[in-house]
């Protein structure tokens, strides 16, 4: 292929002697490195009518690739190493049950009072991590895009002394995720000098609830209504890997693109026999 560099010297080849004609053969190779280490913990309680479970995760996933989409630098396959793709650094999950007490509420203990629970999970956690790539190939080496690996060795040139990265943190006020200004095409001949990903996205702030009612109609049957409500709060949820566009040649580089969905409410009846 033919390139123009920045003072105008064109190169009409990097494979010299042979011509550009010749085409590309690609080498495939089943390797691969990752680690993952984590501080778990969690506490289960039970007091009276209520039952929850608290759980907390510190951790830290890191690879070459976190899927067969992504390439690895075949002249070094420690460039690309980072947080996996799906790396989540704090989560933390509180689920829990609660029995009504209606029947001690209204004093009446019978199939109307008796019967009813709220429950619930909670999630507060680090988005996923922003992955960042070129689908050009500045590098040269014509890796790029063959279907399959659809993430390009390239990656742009990380310029950390031109300003604060400022990660947005509340994408509600604002759709751009990161400063975009700091991050430049890589130099030509070069795989740049960003890491693939080493900061996180918007952050995950999730209420499911869900509320029963169980009524015995014989002494081996019994009535369930159930009304759950996913995302009840109707938080706008900018998670995903996808979410935060980290490709530098992209018209919407470090923009987010998408949410998960809204508010889903369902509601159930079952009969146990």
Request: net charge positive; proline share 4%; with cysteine.
């Amino acid at each position: 292929m033919a390139y123009t560099r920045a003072d105008g010297t064109i190169v009409n080849g990097t494979r010299s002697p042979y011509p550009n004609t010749i085409g590309t053969d690609a080498v495939y190779q089943n390797m691969g490195n990752a680690n993952y280490n984590s501080l778990q913990t969690s506490l289960k309680r039970t007091a009276g009518r209520l039952t929850f479970l608290a759980s907390y995760t510190y951790g830290k996933s890191m690879d070459w690739a976190s899927s067969i989409q992504e390439q690895v630098n075949l002249f070094d396959f420690r460039k690309e190493y980072a947080i996996s793709a799906f790396d989540l650094k704090h989560n933390f999950v509180f689920s829990y049950n609660y029995e009504l007490p209606f029947d001690k509420l209204f004093h009446a203990a019978n199939r109307v009072t008796r019967g009813w629970t709220i429950s619930g999970i909670t999630r507060f956690s680090t988005g996923l991590p922003v992955t960042f790539q070129s689908f050009g190939d500045n590098a040269l080496v014509q890796v790029q895009n063959n279907g399959v690996n659809s993430a390009s060795i390239d990656l742009p040139d990380y310029n950390p002394w031109l300003g604060s990265l400022n990660v947005n943190h509340d994408p509600r006020k604002s759709l751009l995720a990161f400063n975009t200004s700091l991050f430049t095409p890589n130099a030509l001949g070069t795989f740049g000098t960003s890491s693939r990903r080493f900061f996180y996205g918007p952050r995950i702030n999730n209420y499911d609830m869900a509320v029963r009612k169980i009524t015995a109609v014989t002494e081996s049957s019994s009535l369930e209504f159930r009304f759950e409500a996913f995302n009840a709060f109707n938080h706008a949820q900018f998670d995903g890997a996808s979410s935060v566009d980290g490709n530098r040649d992209s018209v919407t580089f470090g923009r987010i693109l998408k949410s998960q969905p809204g508010r889903v409410c369902q509601a159930a009846v079952k009969f146990s026999f």
